[in-house]
């Protein structure tokens, strides 16, 4: 069955970086993106990004710009985001979900919780 | 940007009671538009894909419509289990796939 299995909850520091994993199993990796979408505290949900699972193409959204970097290791069929520059306002959970174009976000991962505090 | 617009923000209903929610798009973005349910704790949970057609999986009293830049999402009867909040995403405007804010729905 697809699982997309996301690595544990971090505590950072402001200013400091995260690097959040998303490992798949269950389905052809190079077969669909990977998206990412994060939801802070009581918020609704936020596009940050996608890749290819080859991760030769990324697209980020304009505000993350320069502060996230999407990256794809297919030899573990994993994805990887990482996230610097982090402020307060970053403490979110992130999700990746597997991406079916125009047929929507079918599996997602069970969300990694980020706290930036000092 | 496309702005994605959900109304209402919030809504109480009874159980049995048909429940209508819209999704309104900044432009048209033809039928590329989801709805999506996350209950409290959990990821969220694919209802409808290209505007009007159900997941596998989920109830058909679950149903939506629309095209070009009006859609909704429309429960026939709610449930108990249907308390949740639901999103409206469109996948029409790379590299920026907007999700709109969200309705609550309560059990009234």
């Known amino acids: 069955q697809v699982q997309l299995v996301q690595s544990g909850a971090e505590v950072r520091k402001p200013g400091a970086s995260v690097n959040v994993s998303c490992k798949t199993s269950?389905?052809?990796?190079?077969?669909?993106?990977m998206h990412w979408v994060r939801q802070a505290p009581g918020q609704g949900l936020e596009w940050m990004g996608l890749?290819?699972?080859?991760?030769?193409?990324?697209s980020y959204a304009q505000r993350f710009q320069g502060r996230i970097t999407m990256t794809s290791d297919t030899s573990t069929s994993t994805v990887y985001m990482e996230v610097s520059g982090l402020k307060s306002e970053d403490t979110a959970v992130y999700y990746c979900?597997?991406?079916?174009?125009?047929?929507?976000?079918?599996?997602w991962g069970q969300g990694t919780l980020v706290t930036v505090s000092s | 940007d496309i702005q994605m617009t959900q109304s209402p923000s919030s809504l109480s209903a009874s159980v049995g009671d048909k429940v209508t929610i819209t999704c309104r798009a900044s432009?048209?973005?033809?039928?590329?538009l989801s709805w999506y349910q996350q209950k409290p704790g959990k990821a969220p949970k694919l209802l409808i894909y290209?505007?009007?057609t159900l997941q596998s999986g989920v109830p058909s009293r679950f149903s939506g419509s629309g095209s070009g830049t009006d859609f909704t999402l429309t429960i026939s009867s709610l449930q108990p289990e249907d308390v949740a909040t639901y999103y409206c995403?469109?996948?029409?405007?790379?590299?920026?796939?907007?999700f709109g804010q969200g309705t609550q729905l309560e059990i009234k």
């Open positions: 269950g389905y052809i990796f190079t077969n669909y993106y």
């Open positions: 290209a505007a009007s």
């Open positions: 890749i290819d699972p080859t991760g030769v193409t990324t």
């Open positions: 432009q048209s973005i033809s039928s590329y």
């Open positions: 979900a597997r991406f079916r174009g125009y047929f929507g976000y079918d599996y």
């Open positions: 995403h469109q996948t029409y405007s790379t590299p920026s796939f907007t």
